[in-house]
């Protein structure tokens, strides 16, 4: 048992000049990051979308790495992009030629600056979407399909930042 013990800080200080790792996958090498509030350039305009998105975006980044947010231009990481896409068409129709679902699609492009590995940066289009049922109006179903998507777009921004997907 004491040698385990033992082990361990040698262990731990062999990982540490692999660069930080966290419970996700994620390869940390940084220890800022400036997120910029998305800019909401779609054809219609939800007051509420960019900061939710970004909200969304910027509580993942915070939750699974660690890092300080801040709002220098030389932080380690640099995020911004724009919401591109906000478009409700029909999913699904009856065999009476009805619609019988609609699909809210989200785009954002975003923008991924890794000061400490510059090959790790990227300009990426990311676009998800959640059906809701043709009885139902866009305003109802609104709130709960911008937090889906908001999510899953979160978990494809961050994945692709820092995990490497």
Not at 13 to 33: M, P, Q, R
Not at 63 to 69: E, I, K
Not at 158 to 164: D, E, G, H, M, R
């Amino acid at each position: 048992m004491q040698r385990l013990l033992f082990l361990l800080p040698l262990f731990l200080i062999c990982l540490s000049g692999c660069g930080v790792y966290s419970f996700t996958g994620a390869n940390i090498e940084g220890k800022t990051i400036n997120m910029h509030v998305l800019e909401n350039k779609a054809r219609n305009v939800v007051p509420t979308l960019s900061p939710t998105l970004t909200s969304k975006i910027r509580s993942r980044i915070l939750s699974q790495t660690g890092l300080s947010p801040v709002t220098a231009d030389n932080a380690d990481y640099d995020v911004s992009g724009t919401i591109t896409g906000y478009e409700v068409t029909i999913s699904g129709v009856q065999n009476t030629q009805q619609a019988s679902q609609n699909r809210l699609t989200i785009t954002v492009n975003i923008d991924f600056k890794n000061r400490k590995n510059p090959k790790a940066d990227f300009s990426q289009s990311f676009s998800r979407f959640q059906d809701f049922a043709a009885t139902q109006t866009l305003q109802a179903a609104e709130g709960k399909l911008i937090e889906d998507i908001g999510n899953q777009l979160a978990d494809d921004i961050f994945n692709k930042a820092f995990v490497n997907w």
